[in-house]
């Protein structure tokens, strides 16, 4: 499966091409952890997992970078606000963000690195950028970087530089692309701080937000990765300004590709916390909201196209995913033990073999010959999301599949096997999309007990007892079945 993507430095569409073959290294700006994150990061967060997903369906290994900013402008004034120490202050939101992540069904990074985790290595990036030249330390104590100095500044954000005043000294993490200038690497601790401050070479301070992601991402991935991803406004100043930094410092190319989602928007405007115009996730769960659900709408748009955020769309996505599930359902009718292809705990898990191969040579298409139906849908499902992550077409790939299971179920000319082989299709395509799949009825402790007493008894042989304990089941509602992959459980 070839893919191509976007690429925000080139401005073209691009083959991917792996530093090393079969593997990807990808690095993403994660959260500022100084308050509940709202739905248009997770928005940002919910494309670079789409992306995650693709090249992992499309057989690359991937290692995920994610920071978690836990030091800047924001996090120490709320922690001075709320009268409590940075590290605590952070960590509420850490781990809100973490069950967050859980709730979207987002699958976790290799590794979260926390700033304040990192500030050695902040440190000796500066001081390399120090000794070749491109940092001096300014009247105000702080450190900057010298965009002067700097030949190739501008090439991500495709800046004029004769427009550049190189006099500007920028000592905020965020600012606007008329505010080119030298940006500060190294903040010097003034009052605003409190106690939140490390010793450095050029003094008490704080690195700047910029010099996070470049020390991070060197650590973790390499000085030259893949792919580095976060939401549009990211793109300036800061990953401009990372790879300023990086390439100074190492003088090798940063990142070979470089991709951006657009913005989640409400009536027209950026969803933001200024223009307090956000919903957080928490906010949506309240009013009846599912994760599962708002995964849905998110992954609806293309991620380039900026995303209008109503809730009418919350409306569909309720009606279109329990038309998914009422397709499932039906061709778990039809497959009956032919095959438990979309294996979650209603099937009981036990035997943790989740199977998951593509349907190639099911329903009656041995190899060599034709795809199957079902195949061809998701051949249609896997070039959409190989042609630069086109999500609105692989849920039409889906719906396709959908539609015909339906047309051929009414005909009466589906059998067993063609059933397994549409369910296998849809358990391939929700590796990726991770909203298909039926959620699984709560089993009552009481029943999963009782389920684990079973295992236990069929591993000893214990065919009586397996036998009382299945009765014992049945007795509460639920029936247990034994298949090769171990107990498949459903409610009678
Ligand atoms: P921040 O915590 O502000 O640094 O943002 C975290 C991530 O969310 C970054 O990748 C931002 O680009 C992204 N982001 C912020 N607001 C939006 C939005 N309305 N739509 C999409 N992405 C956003
Ligand atoms: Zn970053």
Same mark, same amino acid.
């Given at each position: 499966?070839?893919?191509?993507?976007?690429?925000?430095?080139?401005?073209?569409?691009?083959?991917?091409?792996?530093?090393?073959?079969?593997?990807?290294?990808?690095?993403? #700006?994660g959260p500022?952890?100084?308050?509940?994150?709202?739905?248009?990061?997770?928005?940002?967060?919910?494309?670079?997992?789409?992306?995650?997903?693709?090249?992992?369906?499309?057989?690359?290994?991937?290692?995920h970078v994610m920071n978690l900013?836990?030091?800047?402008?924001?996090?120490?004034?709320?922690?001075?606000?709320?009268?409590?120490?940075?590290?605590?202050?952070?960590?509420?939101?850490k781990?809100?963000f973490f069950?967050?992540?859980?709730?979207?069904?987002?699958?976790r990074a290799t590794v979260y690195p926390a700033?304040?985790?990192?500030?050695?290595?902040?440190?000796?990036?500066?001081?390399? @950028?120090?000794?070749?030249?491109?940092?001096?330390?300014?009247?105000?104590?702080?450190?900057?970087?010298?965009?002067?100095?700097?030949?190739?500044?501008?090439?991500?954000?495709?800046?004029?530089?004769?427009?550049?005043?190189?006099?500007?000294?920028?000592?905020?993490?965020?600012?606007?692309?008329?505010?080119?200038?030298?940006?500060?690497?190294?903040?010097?601790?003034?009052?605003?701080?409190?106690?939140?401050?490390?010793?450095?070479?050029?003094?008490? &301070?704080?690195?700047?937000?910029?010099?996070? #992601?470049?020390?991070?991402?060197?650590?973790?991935? &390499?000085?030259?990765?893949?792919?580095?991803?976060?939401?549009?406004?990211?793109?300036?100043?800061?990953?401009?300004?990372?790879?300023?930094? $990086?390439? #100074?410092?190492?003088?090798?190319?940063?990142?070979?590709?470089?991709?951006?989602?657009?913005?989640?928007?409400?009536?027209?405007?950026?969803?933001?916390?200024?223009?307090?115009?956000?919903?957080?996730?928490?906010?949506?769960?309240?009013?009846?909201?599912?994760?599962?659900?708002?995964?849905?709408?998110?992954?609806?748009?293309?991620?380039?196209?900026?995303?209008?955020?109503?809730?009418?769309?919350?409306?569909?996505?309720?009606?279109?995913?329990?038309?998914?599930?009422?397709?499932?359902?039906?061709?778990?009718?039809?497959?009956?033990?032919?095959?438990?292809?979309?294996?979650?705990?209603? #099937?009981?898990?036990?035997?943790?073999?989740?199977?998951?191969?593509?349907?190639?040579?099911? $329903?009656?298409?041995?190899?060599?010959?034709?795809?199957?139906?079902?195949?061809?849908?998701?051949?249609?499902?896997?070039?959409?999301?190989?042609?630069? @992550?086109?999500?609105?077409?692989?849920?039409?790939?889906?719906?396709?599949?959908?539609?015909?299971?339906?047309?051929?179920?009414?005909?009466?000319?589906?059998?067993?096997?063609?059933?397994?082989? $549409? @369910?296998?299709?849809?358990?391939?395509?929700?590796?990726?999309?991770?909203?298909?799949?039926?959620?699984?009825?709560?089993?009552?402790?009481?029943?999963?007990? @009782?389920?684990?007493?079973?295992?236990?008894?069929?591993?000893?042989?214990?065919?009586?007892?397996?036998?009382?304990?299945?009765?014992?089941?049945?007795?509460?509602?639920?029936?247990?079945?034994?298949?090769?992959?171990?107990?498949?459980?459903?409610?009678?």
């Open positions: 499966m070839d893919l191509s993507f976007y690429n925000s430095l080139t401005r073209r569409v691009e083959p991917l091409q792996p530093l090393v073959p079969g593997t990807v290294r990808m690095y993403t #700006c500022t952890v100084y308050n509940f994150a709202h739905i248009g990061n997770f928005r940002a967060y919910m494309f670079e997992d789409l992306l995650r997903r693709t090249l992992e369906f499309a057989g690359l290994k991937v290692t900013t836990d030091v800047d402008d924001k996090t120490i004034r709320g922690s001075r606000a709320a009268g409590v120490p940075l590290r605590d202050y952070t960590a509420t939101y781990k809100a069950e967050d992540v859980d709730t979207l069904g987002i699958e700033a304040t985790d990192h500030v050695a290595e902040m440190i000796a990036l500066v001081g390399k @950028l120090f000794e070749k030249g491109y940092a001096y330390q300014a009247p105000d104590k702080s450190v900057y970087f010298s965009v002067a100095k700097d030949p190739d500044y501008g090439k991500l954000a495709h800046l004029d530089r004769s427009g550049m005043r190189a006099s500007v000294r920028i000592s905020n993490d965020e600012y606007a692309k008329d505010d080119v200038g030298d940006f500060a690497l190294w903040k010097a601790w003034d009052e605003n701080d409190g106690d939140v401050k490390w010793d450095s070479p050029w003094g008490p &301070g704080r690195p700047g937000w910029h010099i996070e #992601c470049s020390a991070m991402s060197a650590k973790y991935l &390499g000085e030259t990765f893949d792919i580095h991803t976060g939401g549009i406004d990211n793109l300036f100043p800061h990953h401009e300004n990372e790879i300023a930094q $990086a390439e #100074c410092a190492t003088g090798k190319p940063f990142v070979k590709l470089w991709m951006h989602c657009a913005h989640l928007r409400v009536n027209g405007e950026k969803m933001s916390k200024s223009a307090g115009n956000f919903f957080t996730l928490r906010d949506l769960l309240a009013k009846g909201y599912t994760g599962r659900e708002i995964r849905y709408v998110l992954l609806g748009g293309h991620y380039r196209q900026p995303l209008n955020f109503a809730f009418d769309a919350l409306a569909a996505a309720r009606t279109a995913l329990a038309r998914i599930d009422e397709f499932t359902v039906r061709m778990e009718g039809l497959a009956g033990n032919a095959q438990c292809a979309m294996h979650n705990a209603q #099937c009981g898990g036990a035997a943790g073999s989740p199977g998951g191969q593509a349907p190639s040579g099911a $329903a009656g298409s041995p190899d060599g010959q034709a795809p199957s139906w079902p195949d061809k849908h998701l051949a249609a499902f896997a070039a959409a999301l190989a042609d630069d @992550l086109n999500s609105p077409l692989a849920f039409a790939a889906v719906f396709a599949l959908v539609n015909e299971g339906n047309r051929l179920a009414q005909a009466g000319s589906l059998d067993a096997a063609g059933a397994a082989a $549409a @369910l296998a299709a849809l358990k391939k395509m929700d590796t990726v999309l991770g909203v298909l799949a039926r959620p699984a009825a709560a089993i009552p402790a009481q029943v999963q007990s @009782l389920l684990d007493q079973r295992a236990a008894a069929r591993q000893a042989k214990n065919w009586a007892e397996s036998d009382r304990l299945r009765d014992a089941i049945a007795a509460l509602g639920w029936t247990v079945k034994d298949t090769k992959d171990g107990q498949r459980l459903s409610k009678s």
